[in-house]
């Protein structure tokens, strides 16, 4: 059974950062990308970081300089750190594989930017 646990998110000035983690269970983790998506309100849900098991990494080009994407196999954990938050960034950010499969979404975590 895969079970997908986001945490870290929270509200943050303009120009803030914060490091999202993502605790893996189940045989998810160690045979695929994974990656961070986030929904904003009124938008579809997006990509917005993924990582290879081999650790290559792609970001959505919004992002792309800003957030970092990670992982530890042996803890089975993906990070995503995101510096020079704006309110572009205020969503409810997801990990799950790439590409996703619907069973393994969790809860989220909210991110909120903002003074």
């Known amino acids: 059974q895969v079970q997908l646990v986001e945490s870290g998110g929270g509200l943050v000035q303009p120009g803030g950062s914060l490091r999202l983690s993502c605790a893996a269970s189940g045989s998810i983790f160690s045979i695929n990308a994974m990656g961070w998506y986030r929904q904003a309100p009124g938008k579809e849900r997006e990509l917005v970081a993924g990582?290879?098991?081999?650790?290559?990494?792609r970001y959505l080009d919004s992002v792309k300089g800003r957030f970092t994407i990670s992982r530890d196999n042996a803890k089975k954990t993906v990070y995503l750190q995101m510096n020079s938050l704006n309110a572009e960034d205020t969503a409810v950010y997801y990990c799950?594989?790439?590409?996703?499969?619907?069973?393994?979404w969790g809860q989220g975590t909210q991110v909120t930017v903002s003074s």
């Open positions: 799950n594989s790439v590409p996703y499969d619907n069973r393994y």
């Open positions: 990582i290879t098991d081999g650790g290559s990494t």
